[in-house]
Every structure is written in C-alpha cells, then in structure tokens.
C-alpha cells in the first residue's frame, strides 16, 4: 500500500496562507492525492483531490509535484476555523481501496 | 438538508452487552462505511457497504457486526467479543463504494466500563 507522510503538527497565524507538506515517494501512477480534515469531536470533511494537475476549489489548493512524490496543501489565509487535523491520503483509482487514514497534520492557528 | 445522523452522540454501556449504533444518510448514496478512531489516530475502516443487503469487512471488523436491509441505514454492532471497544465511532456515506468523496457522520464515542 502506498503511503504517506506529514508533519504531526504545524502552527500558523491567522490571515495568512498555511502550506502542508505531504510526501508520498512510493505512490503509484494510478494513485489520486485526496485531503480530509477533521475539526475537533467532529467527523472528517473533503477538502481536496488531484493526480497530476495542481487543483483549486472553494476550500484550499492542492500543489502536486512534477514527480507526484509530495504535495503540498494550501490554504490562502487561514482562520481560527481551519484548526484541525488534516490527512493526506493516497486512493488506488484502479483497485478500489477505501480511504486509509494515518495520523495527519494537527494545524494550530495563532489569533 | 441531506446528511448523515449518527445517534447517540456519546454512549455508555457496561463490559460484556452487546450495543448498537445508528447510522442514517438521506443522500442516496449507495455505498456507506464505519471506521473507529482512537484518541490521537487516524481512521481505520471496520465495515463497508456498496450496496443494500451486502457488506464487506473492513481492516478491524472481528467483534463487530453490520446489517444493511435499507439503504439509508447501516447500523454498526459492537458485540461482547470486541476486546477494546471505547473508541469514536464514525460512520460515512459515498455515491458509489470507489468515488472520491465520502461524507461523515458527527461520530458516535462508546464508552465501555
């Protein structure tokens, strides 16, 4: 199973962008980078999902690199909202594997 | 509003009963899934369904149990045999079992004493 990694935590200040590093070096070529987030007490929420392209939604950006083996999350500027734990998952297009979470990224934002 | 409800939000119960918890979606999804979380981890997946009156096992299912005679329903029994069963339970629904986007539930946390 292809796998990620992430920081376990990062801080960031209110009203500025947050980048969050994901590596993912033994991803496949049929393997989509899906973001989740998970405020406290709370279930998960989509936020993102790309193969190649970088990606633009309401929510975030997703910046993948040429060799696809990292990406980085991106949220424009970021709100006491956005504190919350947030997981970078690699989906098999091709096998059908369900959504594995690992531990993610607990984001802190600083009034 | 569509949605997924889990009830009951926090639950209780004493070592050794069988409990039950509820899952209902009214997004006409087919696929739905429960995972657990424990306290600093990520999910990891018990059951899933992709379609009504079948379900497969997930990673962790021994000492649980699906049923999944409707399809806004999925109800998740943690059984007597599950030997850490305190957890946060969180049950999530899909339009298909392999699309992208899958939507949870505001989780379920079973306390067993």
């Known amino acids: 199973d292809a796998k990620t990694t992430q920081p376990n935590s990062m801080e960031s200040n209110e009203e500025e962008p947050v980048h969050l590093p994901c590596n993912h070096s033994t991803i496949s070529g049929t393997d989509y980078i899906h973001w989740y987030r998970q405020l406290p007490s709370q279930g998960p929420e989509y936020v993102i999902h790309g193969l190649t392209s970088n990606v633009n939604n309401r929510m975030a950006s997703l910046a993948i690199a040429e060799d696809r083996k990292s990406s980085t999350l991106i949220l424009h500027r970021a709100t006491l909202r956005d504190a919350a734990v947030y997981y970078c998952?690699?989906?098999?297009?091709?096998?059908?594997?369900?959504?594995?979470f690992g531990g993610g990224t607990r984001l802190m934002v600083k009034p | 509003d569509g949605g997924i409800t889990q009830s009951p939000k926090y639950l209780f119960r004493k070592e050794g009963q069988n409990v039950t918890l509820s899952c209902e979606q009214n997004l006409n999804h087919d696929a739905m899934y429960w995972y657990r979380q424990d306290p600093g981890q990520g999910l990891r997946l018990i059951y899933y369904s992709q379609i009504v009156n079948d379900f497969q096992k997930g990673d962790i299912a021994e000492g649980y149990s699906v049923s999944r005679e409707k399809k806004e329903s999925f109800p998740l029994t943690v059984t007597s045999a599950q030997k850490n069963p305190t957890a946060f339970y969180l049950c999530?629904?899909?339009?298909?079992?392999?699309?992208?986007?899958?939507?949870f539930g505001p989780g379920t946390r079973l306390t067993v004493t």
């Open positions: 998952i690699l989906r098999d297009d091709n096998a059908g594997n369900m959504l594995t």
């Open positions: 999530a629904s899909s339009i298909e079992v392999f699309t992208y986007e899958q939507y």
